[in-house]
């Protein structure tokens, strides 16, 4: 059974930087693009970055040029830095992967870390 475990988060002050880390975890599967979604209270879950196999990213707008999503393929990692944290990023980051096991492809979920700036 596959699985992805998240790490990181936690709380800091606005300015400061946190780095998430998503592992898939299992056997007999193949990933292919990965990310990070994230979930504020009372709002919908929304994009934030996402990374191909290959490395091609993007990123939505308001996390660019303070958001870096990485990834190990060697390790099926995912790693997402941010840095000039706002308070605006307080939510549950949701780390995402499509992956491929025993012939069929699904989308598959981190169990959510919550991060907290405060101002």
């Known amino acids: 059974q596959v699985q992805l475990v998240e790490s990181g988060g936690g709380s800091v002050q606005t300015g400061g930087s946190l780095r998430l880390s998503c592992t898939a975890s299992g056997s007999g599967f193949s990933v292919s693009a990965m990310g990070w979604k994230r979930q504020a209270s009372g709002n919908i879950r929304e994009m934030v970055a996402g990374i191909t196999h290959g490395g091609s990213t993007n990123y939505a707008d308001s996390v660019k040029g303070r958001f870096t999503i990485s990834r190990d393929n060697a390790k099926n990692t995912v790693y997402l830095e941010m840095d000039r944290l706002k308070p605006e990023d307080t939510a549950v980051y949701y780390c995402?992967?499509?992956?491929?096991?025993?012939?069929?492809?699904?989308?598959?979920w981190g169990q959510g870390t919550q991060v907290t700036v405060s101002s």
């Open positions: 995402f992967a499509e992956i491929v096991a025993g012939g069929r492809g699904d989308d598959y």
